[in-house]
């Protein structure tokens, strides 16, 4: 075998260094975690012959300990491909690299870059298409970004490997409820269940689509509770026996359910009132800053677009409601709650505002990646809540969008938000007393906006629409500069994908059930009553 060429890490000028000589010195380096050592007779090795798949998956080994995924993946397969050609095993090499990719997606999507996870689990697939795990994570990161058609069909391809998986059935029971097949996500719930019989997450899930009807029904997760091991399996059980407690109108019995529920989940977050406080502060001082910046005094700013409509404020306060109202006209998608703005504003750093130029930019990246969700719709809802924040923002980046708030009572906001288990963020909302400090902050800043640019919100008030839905409907669809179209009033046969909490809601037509329905329960919100003051009468 041809000696290697000399290599100052690696090579003695006494001895040639053979072709098993380098590998065995790169296996010594590699198990002494001399990675850096390993990798370049690797180098070496592959620069003499290049179809050494060995040494290719070595590197690939070590690329994907120094966290280099880039460099990991093509060596891998250029490895996987050299054995397969050669009829040789390249299980080794293939478990590797599978191994490495479902690594990656895992902490990639808890760091959240979904975009980079999907990529990773598509790779994987790609190798070992029937990776059933991977199939389910990929489901539940692309349901969680709307695409419902796309997750179903890959949780239906993972149940056609493993039927018996209740997590399986549980997953697409979710992504079901949000198509809105509710008939197929209960017989998914239902069949996660009869698999595991104590599985809290999937009776949590089935009481959002299925209404308590009798004691033997409450008996079940009666009795499921004192077995719960977990803090995450009680959470599921007592907001799921809230609501079927609810659905008895046992409200007095339901409500110490949801109180535990909330202490418990709260007690695992990590949560800082404080904290909320400076954020706010940041975004109010980052429009000040952007506004005195002379260039945005002398020259109009942002992108002339008027696409975007924006519904924003509280959750759980009817804006759900109102997008399915709006949506239901031929001109407009409801594109549900969007993350777009959030990372807009993180791609551009301010000095100290944001600057003309920066504005019109800004404009034009959300409306291009908000157009990409329904690229014929004359207007596109982007329905993310806590858009409020950026009001000011969202004036000067988007001068001619709609900015729609979503109004509804402090009290029965505030219940809605705590029988509420989130998936994600509002952690102010597990305890009565912080809900009620956030509030306070909220409308400090929606009456800060009404300050600095009056008239530029709209307000619907949830009260009043369902109150006196035709006229409130039309003032709505007038606001937005849409004719006026009756399948407005009736959208609730409206098809369409909603991801919120508000899923089973706006599928039903409009109702008065929940106005005031905070007395239920009065006595027991009384620390969010304490902490509201003034805004209760709001």
Not at 224 to 233: G, I, K, M
Not at 410 to 438: A, C, K, Q, V
Not at 477 to 485: F, I, M, V
Request: proline share 5%; net charge negative; hydrophobic share 40%.
């Amino acid at each position: 075998m041809a000696p290697l060429p000399p290599d100052d890490t690696a090579v003695t000028p006494q001895e040639p260094l053979t072709m098993e000589h380098a590998w065995a010195m790169a296996v010594d380096h590699f198990i002494q975690n001399r990675l850096q050592e390993a990798d370049q007779l690797c180098g070496a090795i592959l620069a003499t012959d290049p179809r050494q798949a060995d040494a290719l998956n070595m590197q690939g080994v070590i690329a994907q300990r120094l966290e280099r995924p880039d460099l990991a993946v093509p060596r891998f397969q250029s490895a996987i491909a050299i054995t397969d050609q050669r009829g040789d095993d390249s299980t080794p090499m293939r478990d590797n690299l599978v191994i490495s990719l479902f690594d990656w997606a895992v902490r990639a999507t808890e760091q959240g870059h979904v975009e980079l996870a999907e990529q990773h689990y598509l790779t994987l697939l790609e190798i070992e298409p029937e990776h059933v795990e991977s199939l389910v994570k990929l489901g539940n990161i692309i349901k969680d970004q709307g695409r419902l058609t796309e997750a179903i069909a890959r949780f239906r391809q993972a149940l056609a490997l493993r039927p018996d998986l209740p997590v399986i059935h549980n997953n697409l029971g979710n992504a079901l409820k949000e198509l809105g097949d509710i008939e197929g996500a209960r017989k998914s719930l239902n069949q996660a269940l009869i698999l595991k019989p104590d599985y809290a997450q999937a009776h949590f899930n089935r009481a959002l689509v299925h209404r308590c009807r009798n004691q033997a029904e409450l008996k079940i997760l009666q009795n499921l509770l004192p077995q719960a091991e977990t803090r995450d399996e009680q959470v599921h059980l007592h907001f799921a026996l809230g609501k079927a407690l609810v659905d008895l109108k046992r409200h007095r019995e339901a409500f110490p359910h949801y109180l535990e529920a909330n202490r418990l989940y709260r007690a695992g977050i990590d949560f800082d009132m404080e904290r909320e406080v400076q954020v706010f502060q940041h975004f109010r001082a980052l429009y000040e800053a952007t506004t005195s910046m002379p260039e945005n005094q002398e020259t109009e700013t942002g992108h002339a677009d008027e696409t975007p409509i924006f519904i924003l404020g509280m959750p759980r306060s009817g804006s759900s409601l109102i997008e399915q109202i709006l949506a239901s006209h031929p001109a407009v998608h409801g594109a549900g709650e969007l993350n777009i703005l959030g990372r807009v504003l993180d791609a551009h750093t301010p000095s100290p505002g944001y600057t003309s130029a920066q504005l019109r930019e800004m404009g034009q990246s959300y409306t291009t990646q908000l157009r990409l969700h329904a690229p014929n719709a004359r207007r596109i809802i982007d329905k993310m809540p806590h858009n409020f924040m950026f009001i000011g923002l969202i004036r000067m980046m988007l001068p001619k969008a709609t900015i729609i708030h979503s109004a509804r009572s402090p009290l029965d906001t505030g219940l809605s938000i705590f029988r509420t288990f989130f998936t994600t963020g509002h952690h102010y909302g597990y305890d009565l007393t912080e809900l009620g400090r956030y509030f306070h902050l909220f409308h400090e800043m929606m009456a800060y906006w009404e300050r600095v640019i009056p008239g530029t919100v709209y307000n619907a008030h949830y009260e009043d629409l369902t109150g006196n839905q035709e006229e409130e409907t039309r003032k709505l669809l007038g606001h937005c500069a849409l004719e006026w179209d009756a399948h407005c009033l009736d959208f609730h046969t409206t098809k369409r994908v909603v991801t919120t909490a508000s899923a089973m809601q706006v599928r039903r037509p409009i109702h008065r059930n929940s106005v005031a329905g905070w007395r239920r329960y009065e006595q027991a919100l009384q620390p969010l009553v304490a902490a509201l003051g003034d805004l209760v009468k709001s």
